[in-house]
């Protein structure tokens, strides 16, 4: 399957602990997108990468939350000190034009108790 | 303030029937919408682009229409099938910003019945 991966698919953490996930995009896509969609909502843009530059960080990305995409291939998105209002599905994108579709992975369900 | 609005209540038709969604937007300007259809749990997948000198736009049993003066996309999805059932989101672009920065709506959920 060479389409956008993400992991884990599925992370139940306590209150206050740190999580990390991860989106490997399609390889030859060097824009890459972070979103967030709760419940009944559409899904929220949260950061946006060009090859390794972070060049977009949306205001819903409080300190607590980090990505990073070193060379520019797989990215990582870091939430520290989880709050229950983090609980939503992380959503990675990617793609290679500056317009047009957006190839979505399954997305990394978070649940903070 | 900017808004896009899709039907936040579920569409249900019978199978057969031609189903049409609904995207309005306000204070957006865009260049191009996008329609994508997501399934629970599932991400996002792409259908159709229109851009803004395009009216209409078909894929197979879908077709997408774009008015700026009236600030509205319609989707449709003619000889609808329970396949079909799924939620579906419409998109723009926030513009100015340099890069495809995609704002969605709620999504409005279609269930297709036999």
């Known amino acids: 399957d060479t389409g956008v991966s993400q992991d884990p698919r599925h992370k139940i953490t306590k209150r206050g602990q740190n999580v990390t996930f991860r989106c490997d995009p399609i390889?030859?896509?060097?824009?890459l997108y972070w979103y967030r969609q709760t419940l009944g909502q559409g899904p929220e843009f949260l950061t946006y990468?060009?090859?390794?530059?972070?060049?977009?960080k949306s205001r819903l990305l409080s300190d607590r939350f980090s990505a990073e995409r070193p060379k520019g291939s797989f990215s990582t998105l870091e939430i520290q000190r989880t709050e229950q209002g983090d609980s939503a599905m992380y959503l990675c994108?990617?793609?290679?034009?500056?317009?047009?579709?957006?190839?979505f992975g399954e997305g990394s369900r978070l649940t903070v108790l | 303030s900017q808004k896009i609005e899709q039907n936040s209540e579920a569409l249900n038709i019978q199978e057969g029937k031609t189903a049409t969604l609904t995207c309005n937007y306000t204070?957006?300007?865009?260049?191009?919408l996008q329609w994508y259809r997501q399934d629970p749990g599932r991400g996002p997948v792409f259908l159709l682009l229109?851009?803004?000198?395009?009216k209409e736009k078909r894929k197979e049993r879908l077709k997408v229409t774009f008015d700026t003066t009236l600030k509205q996309s319609l989707f449709h999805i003619t000889a609808s099938q329970p396949a079909d059932s799924a939620t579906y989101l419409c998109?723009?672009?926030?513009?100015?910003?340099?890069?495809?920065?995609?704002?969605f709506g709620t999504g409005t959920r279609l269930l297709v019945s036999p």
């Open positions: 994108a990617s793609s290679s034009y500056a317009e047009g579709e957006l190839f």
């Open positions: 390889s030859e896509h060097n824009r």
């Open positions: 990468f060009q090859n390794e530059a972070q060049l977009e």
């Open positions: 204070n957006y300007s865009p260049a191009y």
């Open positions: 229109i851009r803004e000198n395009e």
């Open positions: 998109a723009l672009d926030e513009g100015n910003t340099g890069f495809q920065k995609l704002v």
